[in-house]
Each structure stands twice: as structure tokens, then as C-alpha cells.
């Protein structure tokens, strides 16, 4: 799976749009970029993914660069419970299709919401 | 929304014993992993498990430990001898039949090995 790079540590006020930037610079034409986030040390919690559109739901949005090299996740009110280390993978089926679901976690961005 | 159940939420345990971590994957799901978090690291990825065996495994899932589905709802981790170096949080996670959508993670079992 393609690396990707975060930025360690981002702050956001309350109510504010959090943007969050990631770097893929070697991501191959089918793979997904995901986000996860992870508060304190619960299990990973899945935000949104996509693979050459922007996509939106209810928790974020996520914008991908026309060459796909760099994406930026959208959280668009930040509020403190969503304070969370916010992963950015690259991943996607192999030519086996066995990595499905194996996920390479980096040490993603630790975004802190204050007030 | 589903929710993958992992239990217990805390494990205590002496070196040289066996554990065996238990977790409820989402009912129609196909697709089961483990995963680890050593405290202050990366979440690693130790195995994935489809069609009742193994798909694919990391260099740490040695031969101590092994997974089961045993009567098709349950999914289990068992480490065979703890050692210290095993003390970790470990999520479950399933994933169902569109293999491009979204890991459900458990919240983990936070395991101590004294």
C-alpha cells in the first residue's frame, strides 16, 4: 500500500472547520484513500473514504486532488469530542485480492478541539 | 449502527499462560481481522481470516498465536504462552461483502501480561 504522510499535530477551535491535509504521492490507480480516527485508545472509527471524487457524509468531508497525490479530510463544525488522532490510508486490493481490510496505520495527525 | 463486541475489555494474565481474546463480528460479515496497539504506537495489523482460514498474516502473528471462527458467530485470538512483550490493546475488526467499504473495529481488549 501506498505511505502517506500527516502532519503529527493540528489545533482547531470549537466551531471551526478542521482541515486536515495528507500526502500519497505513490497511491496506484485502485487504491482508496480512508480515514479513521482514534479517540483516546477506543478502536479506530471509520470517518469516510473515496477514490477520485470528493465524497461527503455526515461526519466530514473529503477532497482529493484531480492527480490524487493529496487529499484533505473536512471536519466542517470541529467540536471537542472530536478531538482524535486522524489517520490517513492508502489501501485497496491487491492483484490477490487477499489485502482487503489490512489497513498500514501511520502515526496520523493528533487534532485537539479547544474551546 | 453495528457494533463489532469484544470481550473482556481487560485481560490480566502471568507470563507463560494462554489467553484467548473472544469477539463478535457484525452477523453478516465475511471478513475478520486482529489488530494490535502497543501502549504509545501504531495500531499493527496481525491477521485476516475469510472462508474459516487464514488469508493473510503479519511477521508478528508467529506460532504463538493462532484464530478460530468456532461456531459462527464468535471469532477468536489465542496466544498460546504470553510473554511481556504481548501486553497490548487488540481490536477485532470485520468487514462485510463490499470489500472496498469501512472496517468495523471493536473497542478493544486491553491485555496485561505480568
Not at chain 1, 463544525?77 to 488522532?85: C, E, N, W
Not at chain 1, 489517520?87 to 496505520?105: D, P
Not at chain 2, 477468536?76 to 467499504?101: H, P, Q, V, W
Request: proline fraction near 4%; include cysteine.
Amino acid at each position: 500500500d501506498a505511505k502517506t504522510t500527516q502532519p503529527p499535530s493540528m489545533d482547531c477551535a470549537e466551531g471551526r472547520a478542521a482541515n486536515l491535509p495528507c500526502n500519497h504521492s505513490t497511491i496506484s490507480g485502485n487504491e482508496y484513500v480512508y480515514w479513521y480516527r482514534q479517540i483516546h485508545s477506543q478502536g479506530p472509527q471509520y470517518i469516510i473514504h473515496g477514490l477520485k471524487n470528493n465524497e461527503t457524509n455526515e461526519m466530514a468531508s473529503l477532497i482529493i486532488t484531480e492527480d490524487r497525490k493529496s487529499s484533505t479530510l473536512i471536519l466542517p463544525h470541529a467540536t471537542l469530542r472530536d478531538t482524535a488522532v486522524y489517520y490517513c490510508i492508502v489501501s485497496g486490493a491487491n492483484a490477490g485480492g487477499t489485502s482487503y481490510g489490512k489497513l498500514t496505520f501511520g502515526q496520523g495527525t493528533i487534532l485537539t478541539v479547544h474551546p | 449502527e453495528p457494533e463489532v463486541t469484544q470481550t473482556p475489555s481487560h485481560q490480566v494474565t502471568q507470563m507463560g499462560q494462554e489467553v484467548i481474546l473472544r469477539c463478535v463480528p457484525i452477523s453478516n460479515h465475511l471478513y475478520f481481522y486482529w489488530y494490535r496497539q502497543i501502549l504509545g504506537q501504531k495500531v499493527e495489523f496481525l491477521v485476516s481470516f475469510y472462508n474459516n482460514e487464514i488469508s493473510e498474516k503479519s511477521e508478528i502473528f508467529d506460532d504463538q498465536f493462532s484464530v478460530e471462527r468456532p461456531d459462527g458467530s464468535n471469532f477468536t485470538l489465542k496466544i498460546r504462552s504470553t510473554k511481556l512483550e504481548d501486553s497490548a490493546m487488540y481490536f477485532c475488526a470485520s468487514l462485510g461483502t463490499d470489500l472496498n467499504e469501512k472496517l468495523f473495529f471493536g473497542s478493544g481488549t486491553q491485555l496485561s501480561v505480568l
